[in-house]
């Protein structure tokens, strides 16, 4: 079974904070991807990495970095934290099967981090 | 841009009943659509996956259908059971250099005993 971690279930931090969250897969999947979920917005994609050191833009990318320094770690980085990224947040992992097509295999999902900004 | 719309976003129904989730996208360009659960406070976990060039997936007592040229797709679940409440999310992988996934926001279930 594929399994994807995620360090933390629950986390709080206080405003203008470095937060890393981490999250390993034991797939050997070269996709990785990074969510946050909000109540009546579903889920947005933060960040992707198709391949070690690779690293895309999603839909919400501002005030967020990511480092995919293994092929199985995958660290999300809040800059400086906000009250505004009081979240859950989830990441997930699949294969690529063709290059270009990051949707063709099923994603597999952490159990999600939520995060709490004071 | 593509929109995933999920209708409606809560459901009630007795136990036994079979049922059908909808799920409406914008965009009939599509690579995929996946199919979700998730229960409250947990990840995804992933149902059923559709390639463009099907028209259906089985998984024991779902099944998922979908028409890419009407942009729609039904998860129809056969006599319901109390475990299957819980939160069913549809997703599409559109086809082009940066393909990623677009979710619906999720129709929560419970299927009372």
């Known amino acids: 079974d594929v399994k994807v971690t995620q360090s933390s279930r629950y986390l709080v931090k206080r405003t203008g904070e470095k937060v890393f969250l981490e999250c390993v897969q034991d797939m050997d999947h070269e996709n990785m991807f990074w969510y946050r979920q909000d109540p009546g917005l579903g889920l947005r994609l933060i960040y992707f990495?198709?391949?070690?050191?690779?690293?895309e833009k999603g839909d919400i990318p501002e005030g967020y970095s990511v480092s995919r320094e293994k092929k199985e770690r995958f660290s999300l980085i809040l800059e400086s934290a906000s009250t505004n990224q009081t979240s859950m947040y989830l990441c997930?992992?699949?294969?690529?099967?063709?290059?270009?097509?990051?949707?063709?295999?099923?994603?597999?999902f952490g159990d999600g981090t939520r995060l709490s900004i004071l | 841009k593509q929109e995933v719309t999920q209708i409606p976003a809560a459901l009630s129904v007795p136990e036994g009943e079979n049922l059908v989730l909808n799920c409406s996208f914008t965009d009939s360009a599509i690579y995929n659509l996946q199919w979700f659960r998730q229960d409250p406070g947990k990840g995804l976990t992933s149902l059923l996956l559709i390639q463009s060039s099907q028209r259906e997936q089985t998984s024991g007592r779902l099944n998922a259908s979908l028409d890419k040229s009407s942009g729609r797709s039904t998860l129809y679940i056969a006599a319901s059971q109390p475990g299957d409440s819980a939160t069913y999310l549809c997703?599409?992988?559109?086809?082009?250099?940066?393909?990623?996934?677009?979710f619906g926001k999720g129709i929560t279930l419970s299927v009372r005993p």
């Open positions: 997930a992992s699949s294969f690529r099967v063709e290059w270009g097509h990051y949707g063709n295999q099923p994603q597999h």
């Open positions: 990495s198709y391949d070690v050191k690779m690293k």
């Open positions: 997703a599409v992988s559109c086809t082009g250099a940066n393909s990623k996934l677009t």
